[in-house]
């Protein structure tokens, strides 16, 4: 798997697919997508271009997608990859990663909710259905498979229950919020870490105005012009420097070049250290409700809820 991927959540339709062709273009090889994004067929149409162009064979890219939480149950985890191979019009997936612990209903609703609006869970335990999606590798339909947004006991589950281990572990890391016990634990048992909203995600949402802003600290900025790189440089290459894969998102063929563009120069350790410092324990990614005036994460109650 390429150390960096080009991201594709919240890329709309009409712009993502000039962004996985100018990421194809000056280099990038891993894509990461997922059906619950919506935007797989476009996707899928740029990948099929710039194959039919030669500008890549299909052997040479390293595809990702993941399944959703209303897909769970055991014999509905083929159905959903196969509606995501034909989105991407391709044969078969580089990775297959389980979305989330979290069910949803069964059914064709990403989000299925009550008359109340309260989001409608299932209790299908993630090893079962990742136990299913164990059979896929055995079809031939996805070369590896693991997980995104676990918990290490839900991993350890895992690992205790299931005859392939996870190849990697997706969850979210950003200076703010350096996972540290995940990485730790993926990396000691053989697991790769790859990190989603590696620069803190801004425009997602429900990001909330009084958040700190990455980009606006001071140290950041004397970083990149100690190193003659961008401030989003900086945060990538000290994620790099952890052995964690990263997935920036951009729909800007300038970021998207300059993404990819962290392997020629080195974060001496006490700079390193400097961001490692940077951690809040503050998860920006997961969507918040208000509940007496306090912000608590929405899927709190779920069943196997990660956090």
Same mark, same amino acid.
Request: glycine content about 6%.
């Given at each position: 798997?390429?150390?960096?991927?080009?991201?594709?959540?919240?890329s709309?339709?009409?712009?993502?697919?000039?962004?996985?062709?100018?990421?194809?273009?000056?280099?990038?090889?891993?894509?990461?997508c997922?059906?619950?994004?919506?935007?797989?067929?476009?996707?899928?149409?740029?990948?099929?271009?710039k194959?039919?162009?030669?500008?890549?064979?299909?052997?040479? !890219?390293?595809?990702?997608?993941? !399944?959703?939480?209303?897909?769970?149950?055991?014999?509905?985890?083929?159905?959903?990859?196969?509606?995501?191979l $034909?989105?991407?019009?391709?044969? @078969?997936l580089?990775?297959?990663?389980?979305?989330?612990?979290?069910?949803?209903?069964?059914?064709?609703?990403? *989000?299925?909710?009550?008359?109340?609006?309260?989001?409608?869970?299932?209790?299908?335990?993630?090893?079962?259905? @990742?136990? %299913?999606?164990?059979?896929?590798?055995?079809?031939?339909?996805?070369?590896?498979?693991?997980?995104?947004?676990?918990?290490?006991?839900?991993?350890?589950h895992?690992?205790?229950?299931?005859?392939?281990?996870?190849?990697?572990?997706?969850?979210?890391?950003?200076?703010?919020?350096?996972?540290? $016990?995940?990485?730790?634990?993926?990396?000691?048992?053989?697991?790769?870490?790859?990190? @989603?909203?590696?620069?803190?995600?801004?425009?997602?949402?429900?990001?909330s105005?009084?958040?700190?802003?990455?980009?606006?600290?001071?140290h950041?900025?004397?970083?990149?012009?100690?190193?003659?790189?961008?401030? %989003?440089?900086?945060?990538?290459?000290?994620?790099?420097?952890?052995?964690?894969?990263?997935?920036?998102?951009?729909i800007?063929?300038?970021?998207?070049?300059?993404?990819?563009?962290? *392997?020629?120069?080195?974060?001496?350790? $006490?700079?390193?250290?400097?961001?490692?410092?940077?951690? #809040?324990?503050?998860? !920006?990614?997961?969507?918040?409700?208000?509940?007496?005036?306090?912000?608590?994460? #929405?899927?709190?109650?779920?069943?196997?809820f990660?956090?």
């Amino acid at each position: 798997m390429p150390m960096v991927g080009l991201g594709t959540w919240k890329s709309k339709p009409g712009e993502v697919k000039t962004a996985v062709k100018a990421a194809i273009d000056v280099g990038y090889r891993h894509i990461d997508c997922a059906f619950g994004y919506g935007n797989e067929a476009e996707v899928g149409s740029a990948i099929t271009e710039k194959i039919a162009e030669g500008a890549v064979k299909r052997e040479d !890219l390293f595809i990702v997608s993941k !399944l959703w939480n209303s897909y769970h149950a055991p014999e509905d985890v083929k159905k959903n990859l196969l509606k995501t191979l $034909e989105l991407l019009n391709l044969k @078969y997936l580089d990775l297959y990663l389980m979305h989330w612990p979290i069910s949803f209903k069964s059914g064709e609703e990403k *989000f299925p909710k009550d008359e109340a609006g309260n989001m409608i869970y299932a209790d299908y335990h993630p090893t079962d259905t @990742y136990k %299913a999606m164990e059979k896929l590798v055995d079809e031939g339909l996805v070369k590896h498979i693991g997980v995104s947004n676990f918990n290490a006991k839900q991993i350890q589950h895992i690992l205790d229950n299931a005859s392939i281990k996870p190849a990697t572990c997706q969850v979210e890391i950003h200076p703010y919020f350096s996972n540290t $016990e995940i990485v730790n634990f993926c990396q000691s048992n053989g697991i790769s870490v790859t990190a @989603y909203s590696p620069l803190g995600s801004a425009d997602r949402p429900w990001a909330s105005p009084d958040e700190p802003k990455l980009f606006d600290d001071q140290h950041i900025g004397i970083l990149a012009k100690k190193y003659k790189k961008s401030p %989003a440089q900086i945060v990538l290459k000290w994620l790099n420097q952890r052995n964690i894969v990263i997935i920036p998102k951009s729909i800007s063929p300038h970021r998207i070049k300059e993404n990819i563009d962290i *392997f020629d120069y080195h974060l001496l350790n $006490e700079d390193m250290e400097v961001l490692n410092n940077f951690n #809040r324990d503050v998860r !920006l990614v997961v969507p918040y409700v208000t509940v007496d005036g306090k912000r608590v994460f #929405r899927d709190r109650n779920a069943p196997h809820f990660p956090f």
